[in-house]
């Protein structure tokens, strides 16, 4: 069939509309009319964990459930509805505050990310690896190990290699007392200063509530609000938070 430009098969354009909230077509209905008409699926942003020289595109996408059974928006669509070879429409947005500094080839850079947030961090890795530059120190916290450790295989190999110079964990579920990311990096407080005195510069990548405000706290309690302050002019402390 003909949809909004294209010729696709019917699944491929029902597979766009935000279907709890689709009306069945009236009696007698045109299906072009009728498809035009239906509340397509909001915009759900995602960070690309992949760089440009890897070929594909690469995201790290986990399915929310709601409490009714209900799948999220863009997690359900992409997990569940959409179909292998599926042509998916997309806009890429640059996140002008979450690239590498174009100065920053000689610089430590110290990573810290929770759950999905790996993603941006991975693609900052990655081109960190390409460029040949190895004084990166990551500090990541998921649930449990063997099922969240996202991006393992490159991680590992990436220390094998030599480029990432430190690598904190944080599982949360796999000991009594619960112990994530900013817990590793209170622990570590003396190496974060030392790499701060370095001139690193700090990325974090993941949840505001919880990782990101706690995270920030233990940066506060390391360098002061004045420290802080001062980093973030310098363009040494960079966050995506969500």
């Not at 399915?63 to 928006?73: F, N, P, T």
């Not at 042509?87 to 890429?92: A, D, E, G, N, T």
């Not at 920053?104 to 790996?118: D, E, K, V």
């Not at 990166?136 to 480029?163: H, T, V, Y």
């Amino acid at each position: 069939m003909h949809y909004q430009g294209r010729h696709i098969p019917l699944c491929w354009a029902l597979a766009e509309l935000q279907l709890d909230k689709v009306q069945p077509p009236a009696h007698g209905e045109s299906l072009a009319p009728w498809l035009a008409a239906q509340p397509k699926l909001p915009l759900r942003s995602y960070s690309i964990a992949s760089v440009p020289a890897e070929g594909p595109i690469t995201l790290l996408v986990r399915q929310v459930q709601c409490k009714d059974g209900a799948l999220g928006i863009g997690s359900g669509w992409l997990t569940a509805w959409a179909m292998e070879q599926q042509p998916v429409q997309i806009r890429l947005r640059s996140h002008n505050q979450f690239h590498l500094r174009a100065d920053s080839s000689n610089t430590p850079l110290i990573f810290i990310a929770n759950g999905t947030g790996i993603a941006g961090i991975r693609a900052l890795l990655a081109q960190r690896v390409a460029l040949g530059q190895r004084q990166n120190w990551l500090l990541f916290g998921e649930r449990k190990q063997q099922s969240d450790f996202f991006f393992a295989r490159d991680i590992q190999q990436w220390q094998q290699q030599g480029f990432i110079s430190h690598c904190s964990l944080a599982f949360s579920q796999e000991q009594t007392e619960k112990r994530y990311v900013q817990h590793v990096l209170a622990e570590q407080q003396q190496q974060l200063r030392q790499w701060l005195a370095q001139g690193a510069a700090i990325y974090v990548c993941g949840s505001l509530h919880g990782m990101g405000e706690a995270v920030h706290e233990v940066l506060q309690q390391v360098v002061g609000e004045a420290g802080l302050a001062l980093l973030k002019q310098q363009g040494r402390y960079r966050r995506d938070l969500y």
